[in-house]
C-alpha cells in the first residue's frame, strides 16, 4: 500500500529562505556530511542522541511506523565556518506535520569547544527565530524541545539556549536521567550498585554463558538469534529488517556492541542488550529476554559487562535512559516504572533534564 502523500514539504529553496529572513548561517546536513562530522569531532560532549547513525536509525524507526519524516537538521556556522550541529526533523504520523527531534522534543544545538559566549548566543537567537517561522508557516501553534543532559557540563549552569526559551516565554517541566559515571574504578562503580544486585550478577556470571560482539566479532548470525528472540518475547513483529540492519551496521562500524546471555547446556540465547558507544558516551539501546525466566539474573549480568565494556573502551559516561516517576506527565505505566527503578539500581547520577513547551504567540 503506497503511503499517503505528506501534508506538506519544506522545498530546499523555502527553507534557506527562512534562513536568509532569520540571519542564521547555517546549511542543510545531509548536503554536508564531512561537515557535520568536523563538528562531532570538535564537541566537547558527543551525546549518542546526535550522532548520524543515531538519527538514521530514529527516522528508519519511525517510518517503520507509518510516519514520513524530512531530515532538515542544519550545520550552525560562523563567519561560514562550521562550528554548530541541530539535528531537526519535518513531518510525523499520516497526514500530520510538525517540527521535532525526530520523533521526540526538539534538541538543543551543540557547539565546538572554544566557541565564544556571544557567538553561541547570537547563533541561539536566529536559531529560535528560524523554528518561530517554521512553526508559522507549518500552522504549529507550539514547540516542544527539550536540553539534553551533559555530565561534564551540568557544573556551568543553564544553558544559553534554555536561558532563551524561557525568556521567549516557553514553560518548563523536569524529567531526570540515569547515568553511570566511568571514571572510578571497577571495583568502585560496582560498590555503587544497589546492595541486592552485587549477588544476582554473581550467580548469573557463574550460571550463563556470557559473551560480547562488537566490531572485531561482529556475526549476522547471532544478530539473526537476537531478532528471533525479540520476536517471540514481543509476540509479533515490531521492527522492520531495514531497522534491525540499520544497529547491526553501527556494531560493524564500532558505535555499538551486544552482550549475549546463553543456556551453557543447550547453547540457546536467553538474553541480550545492545548498546550504542562512542568517546563520551554509553547508551542502553535494544534488550530481549526469555519471559520464562524472567525470575534469574538475566539484565543484571548484562548491565555490568557492558559496563565494564564500556570502561575498558574509555567512555566517559554511561546513559540507561530515562527514570520515570509516578508524578510524571504523561503518566508512565507500572512497566515502566519498574524498567527505571531497575536501571536506577546500577546509576550512579540522576540529572535533571529540562523540557520545554514554546507557544508561538510568544516573541523571541
Known amino acids: 500500500m503506497p503511503m499517503p502523500e505528506m501534508k506538506q514539504m519544506l522545498e530546499p529553496a523555502a527553507l534557506q529562505a527562512l534562513l536568509n529572513d532569520s540571519r542564521l548561517d547555517a546549511s542543510l546536513a545531509h548536503q554536508q556530511p564531512q561537515a557535520w562530522a568536523q563538528v562531532w569531532e570538535g ?37 561560514g565556518r562550521p562550528c554548530g550541529i541541530f539535528p531537526l526533523a519535518l513531518g510525523g504520523p499520516p497526514a500530520s506535520v510538525s517540527l521535532s527531534g525526530f520523533g521526540g522534543p526538539l534538541m538543543a544545538p551543540l557547539f565546538v569547544q572554544g566557541l565564544s559566549p556571544n557567538t553561541v548566543k547570537k547563533i541561539c537567537a536566529r536559531l529560535l527565530e528560524l523554528l518561530q517561522m517554521l512553526a508559522q508557516r507549518l500552522g504549529q501553534n507550539s514547540l516542544n524541545l527539550q536540553q539534553a ?68 566479532a561482529a556475526d549476522v548470525a547471532v544478530w539473526e538469534e537476537l531478532k528471533a528472540l525479540h520476536l517471540d518475547v514481543a509476540g509479533r ?75 575498558r573502551q574509555g567512555t ?34 540522576v540529572f535533571a533534564r529540562p523540557e520545554f513547551v514554546w507557544p508561538m504567540a510568544s516573541g523571541v
Open 237 to 311: 513483529k515490531t521492527r522492520s529488517d531495514d531497522s534491525w540492519q540499520r544497529q547491526f551496521a553501527m556494531i560493524q562500524a564500532g558505535e555499538a556492541f551486544m552482550v549475549t546471555l546463553r543456556d551453557p547446556e543447550t547453547h540457546r540465547l536467553v538474553g541480550a542488550g545492545v548498546f550504542q558507544i562512542n568517546r563520551d558516551e554509553g547508551l542502553y539501546g535494544v534488550g530481549a529476554y526469555d519471559r520464562a525466566l524472567f525470575d534469574k539474573p538475566l539484565g543484571h549480568v548484562v548491565q555490568q559487562v557492558a559496563i565494564e565494556y564500556l570502561k
Open 149 to 216: 543532559v551533559l555530565p561534564d557540563q551540568t557544573a556551568l549552569g543553564l544553558s544559553e539556549w534554555s536561558q532563551q526559551l524561557l525568556a521567549a516565554g516557553a514553560s518548563v517541566t523536569v524529567k531526570h536521567d540515569l547515568f553511570v559515571d566511568l571514571s572510578p574504578s571497577l571495583d568502585e562503580i560496582r560498590a555503587g550498585f544497589r546492595k541486592s544486585f552485587r549477588p544476582l550478577i554473581n550467580a548469573g556470571l557463574r550460571h550463563w554463558q556470557v559473551d560480547l560482539m562488537d566490531a572485531a
Open 316 to 349: 566517559r559516561w554511561y546513559r540507561l535512559g530515562e527514570r520515570q516517576f509516578a508524578q510524571d506527565q504523561p503518566t508512565p505505566s507500572a512497566k515502566q516504572l519498574s524498567i527505571s527503578a531497575f536501571k536506577q539500581g546500577f546509576a550512579s547520577h
Open 43 to 79: 564537541l566537547t560532549y558527543r551525546s549518542v542522541s546526535y550522532a548520524p547513525s543515531s538519527l538514521a536509525y530514529q527516522q528508519a524507526y519511525l517510518e517503520d511506523a507509518g510516519w514520513q519524516l524530512q531530515d532538515i537538521s542544519l550545520i550552525l556556522q560562523t563567519d
